[in-house]
Each structure stands twice: as C-alpha cells, then as structure tokens.
C-alpha cells in the first residue's frame, strides 16, 4: 500500500519532469549542477518529480525547485526512508512498499525523464525507461545531461554493443545528451533538436565524431 502525504496544492497541469541522480555523497559540483536544475524547472513553470530524499543531488534539485516556486512530488520506498532521508518538505510525498512500486509511480507522475550524473541506480532507471521508450510502450523523452563527460565511458560501451547488434542504432539516436540545462529541458519539452555540439546520442554520429565506425545493428 503506498501512503500519501500532500503538503501543496494538486497539480495544475504543467509538464512534470523526472529527474534521476545521486543520493550519496559527491563531489560538490554536481549538487551546484542539480540546484541549477532545479531552479532552472521552476524558470520554465514545471513540475519536479524526483526520489523523495533530501540528501546530496537528490535533495538538492528538490530544494532549489521549491525556492524557485516548482511543485515537487517524491517518491520513496519505505525500506529507504532512512538512508536516503525522507524529503518531508515535498508539495506531495508517496511512501511505498517496494522499489518496483516507486519507479512506476515516478513514471506515471512524468511527462518526461532527464538522468544526471549519478551511480548505480541512476543508470538503472535510466536503462528501464530509456528500453521501454525504444519498445514503444511510452513516448515521453528521455534525456541525459552530462557536461562533464560522466557518461562518456557508457556511451561508448553501447556503441561498441551496439556494432555487434546488441542494441540498435535507432536505440541509441532515442537517447540524446545534452550538455546543457537549457538543452536538456528543451529536450524534455520534446523541441526538435538543434545543431552544434551542445546535444549528441550514443547513436552513429556520436560515434563517427569518436572515430569509431559502427557496423550496423540490428534494424
């Protein structure tokens, strides 16, 4: 059973982002890069939808949207109330049993999925909802922001995979990343995509500017 505690008013509407990161202990940098994200949601009028832990980048996306008027929603499973402390200042804060339970809720709640640098379970939930958009069980976009090159080694690796035809190249062109907030969350808004060096995929092109030629996936 999942509790819900609203703190703000009901949604109103507005485009919800997901917003996937870290929730230990990083560099200071990336929590500056996740309140700039935040702050940068509440600019453009959307909704936060993040975790539900107020710790770290997760916590510092949530904070920021907040000061800058954004709506947040979180979402936490009960098991990880206390690790990842319970950001109880949420407009609307889900608590459930499982973790199964939490990404469905997080997916449900967005319009849309931006991934920031992060560990583990970043990649995680990135891979799911990224694979479920190239199934066609969803069509909301699915964005990385990564200005420093934290994926660099992740993308390469599909790209590799993807010459032996473990993943397809149409895959990888569904997965942009952007290198700016401003291009992320036109992204996220599903703006068509603008030239220059700002936005790349793991997809053929990204890979011919590496200097690595891809051998052609499966279709």
Same mark, same amino acid.
């Given at each position: 059973m999942t509790a819900q505690f609203t703190r703000g008013p009901a949604d109103t509407g507005t485009r919800a982002v997901c917003v996937f990161c870290a929730s230990g202990p990083v560099p200071a940098h990336y929590e500056r890069l996740a309140a700039d994200v935040g702050a940068a949601l509440a600019e453009r009028g959307w909704t936060l939808v993040s975790g539900g832990g107020r710790v770290s %980048?997760?916590?510092?996306?949530?904070?920021?949207?907040?000061?800058?008027?954004? =709506?947040?929603?979180?979402?936490?499973?009960?098991?990880?109330?206390?690790?990842?402390? %319970?950001?109880?200042?949420?407009?609307?804060?889900?608590?459930?049993?499982?973790? =199964?339970?939490r990404k469905t809720l997080m997916d449900a709640h967005a319009d849309a999925f931006l991934a920031l640098p992060g560990g583990l379970g970043t990649v995680e939930e990135l891979s799911e909802v990224w694979t479920a958009s190239t199934l066609g069980m969803h069509g909301k976009p699915v964005v990385v922001l990564d200005p420093d090159g934290h994926y660099d080694g992740l993308m390469a690796w599909l790209r590799a995979i993807a010459g032996d035809g473990f993943v397809r190249h149409q895959a990888l062109d569904r997965l942009p990343v952007a290198t700016t907030i401003d291009q992320a969350l036109d992204l996220c808004a599903g703006a068509a995509r603008t030239s220059g060096t700002a936005v790349r995929t793991a997809g053929p092109a990204a890979a011919a500017a590496a200097g690595a030629v891809p051998d052609g996936g499966r279709a």
């Amino acid at each position: 059973m999942t509790a819900q505690f609203t703190r703000g008013p009901a949604d109103t509407g507005t485009r919800a982002v997901c917003v996937f990161c870290a929730s230990g202990p990083v560099p200071a940098h990336y929590e500056r890069l996740a309140a700039d994200v935040g702050a940068a949601l509440a600019e453009r009028g959307w909704t936060l939808v993040s975790g539900g832990g107020r710790v770290s %980048m997760m916590g510092a996306v949530a904070r920021a949207a907040r000061a800058g008027g954004a =709506r947040t929603v979180g979402v936490i499973p009960r098991a990880l109330v206390d690790m990842e402390v %319970m950001d109880s200042d949420s407009d609307e804060l889900l608590v459930t049993e499982t973790m =199964r339970e939490r990404k469905t809720l997080m997916d449900a709640h967005a319009d849309a999925f931006l991934a920031l640098p992060g560990g583990l379970g970043t990649v995680e939930e990135l891979s799911e909802v990224w694979t479920a958009s190239t199934l066609g069980m969803h069509g909301k976009p699915v964005v990385v922001l990564d200005p420093d090159g934290h994926y660099d080694g992740l993308m390469a690796w599909l790209r590799a995979i993807a010459g032996d035809g473990f993943v397809r190249h149409q895959a990888l062109d569904r997965l942009p990343v952007a290198t700016t907030i401003d291009q992320a969350l036109d992204l996220c808004a599903g703006a068509a995509r603008t030239s220059g060096t700002a936005v790349r995929t793991a997809g053929p092109a990204a890979a011919a500017a590496a200097g690595a030629v891809p051998d052609g996936g499966r279709a």
